[in-house]
């Protein structure tokens, strides 16, 4: 059974820095593109990043662009999300996904999310 | 504002049919594969249709996918009260060299 556990999240000041991790089980992680996927309370999905099996291609949306970095342990089979220069924005619950499509783009489709942690920004 | 269009809501009775539409321009769903995924109140996203009309297994045939030009569009039939959830659409936009998601539609049932 494929499992996704997001943790990390949790209450952070504006300008402050968080971690997320995402451990997957059931499936070998380094098969797969993996996506971090977004939701502020009462509103809808907001995609934020995405990695390739390898992890050399990163994609992130306009509005983290520069400040989260997506990455990825194959061997400890986690993905992770670093998130810098927090806003009150970026308050959601952020999603871990995997996507069977492994070719990422236009093929991408999310079969399998987490159950996500919350981050709240605010001081 | 999102990049794909949905209507914020749709209703109809038990057993009815309901149709969800998803609008988008050519960088979008014209020239990608769209899915749909269903949202229960206070759980993760679950999804329903990939590549414009398939079913992932598990997935009753009551929900079906299709795409015309630069619309999609999800329709559910034998309408049930566990079918009361919020729905969205999803592309690739290759002008943005993003995922997109509609804004959702809230599902009703009578």
């Known amino acids: 059974e494929v499992q996704l556990v997001e943790s990390g999240g949790g209450l952070v000041q504006p300008g402050g820095s968080l971690r997320l991790s995402c451990a997957a089980s059931?499936?070998?992680?380094?098969?797969?593109?993996m996506h971090w996927v977004r939701q502020a309370p009462g509103k809808g999905l907001v995609w934020i990043s995405h990695?390739?099996?390898?992890?050399?291609?990163?994609t992130s949306a306009d509005p983290v662009k520069g400040r989260f970095t997506i990455s990825r342990d194959n061997a400890k089979n986690t993905l992770y999300l670093h998130m810098d220069s927090l806003r009150a924005e970026d308050t959601a619950v952020y999603y871990c996904?995997?996507?069977?499509?492994?070719?990422?783009?236009?093929?991408?489709?999310?079969?399998?999310w987490g159950q996500g942690t919350l981050v709240t920004v605010s001081s | 504002q999102s990049v794909l269009t949905q209507p914020p809501s749709v209703s109809a009775a038990p057993g009815q049919k309901v149709t969800i539409s998803c609008s988008g321009s050519?960088?979008?769903?014209?020239?990608?594969?769209v899915s749909w995924y269903q949202q229960l109140p206070g759980t993760a996203p679950r999804l329903l249709i990939y590549?414009?009309?398939k079913r992932p297994s598990g997935i009753p045939d009551r929900f079906t996918g299709s795409k015309s030009g630069t619309s999609a569009t999800l329709g559910i039939t034998g309408l049930q009260t566990g079918d009361e959830a919020d729905y969205y659409c999803e592309a690739w936009d290759s002008s943005l060299s993003a995922v997109v998601f509609g804004g959702g539609t809230k599902v009703t049932v009578l």
């Open positions: 996904v995997r996507d069977p499509s492994a070719r990422g783009g236009s093929w991408a489709y999310f079969q399998d």
């Open positions: 059931g499936f070998t992680l380094s098969y797969y593109w």
């Open positions: 590549d414009n009309n």
């Open positions: 990695i390739d099996s390898d992890g050399s291609i990163t």
């Open positions: 050519n960088s979008n769903v014209g020239n990608s594969y």
